[in-house]
């Protein structure tokens, strides 16, 4: 299930008028982005929806891994931490 503060992402998203889809399969099922945008004429953005118990644990050769992953299949790998989000949207 999708936390909280990605169904705000996508809410807000959807009511800027920007098409995305909600976790989306990659590299051969191995992954999944939070969310998918297809820019046209432009790169495919994979953005992370990085709550506060993504940093509980140091950022790993894992998140890299699937950085460098997605960026083999041609998609751009954004994060979006919770910290960075307006503080009255997740309160």
């Excluded at 889809?21 to 953005?47: K, S, T």
């Excluded at 992370?48 to 940093?55: I, L, N, Q, S």
Aim: aromatic letters at 12%; hydrophobic letters at 40%; a negative charge.
């Amino acid at each position: 299930p999708m936390s909280e503060f990605h169904v705000q992402v996508s809410r807000t998203l959807t009511a800027l008028g920007v098409p995305h889809a909600n976790e989306v399969p990659a590299c051969h099922g191995l992954y999944r982005i939070d969310v998918a945008i297809q820019v046209v004429n432009g790169p495919a953005i994979a953005l992370e929806v990085d709550g506060p118990y993504h940093f509980a644990d140091a950022w790993d050769e894992g998140t890299a891994r699937k950085r460098r992953l997605l960026r083999n299949e041609g998609w751009t790998p954004v994060s979006l931490r919770w910290f960075e989000w307006p503080k009255s949207w997740y309160d």
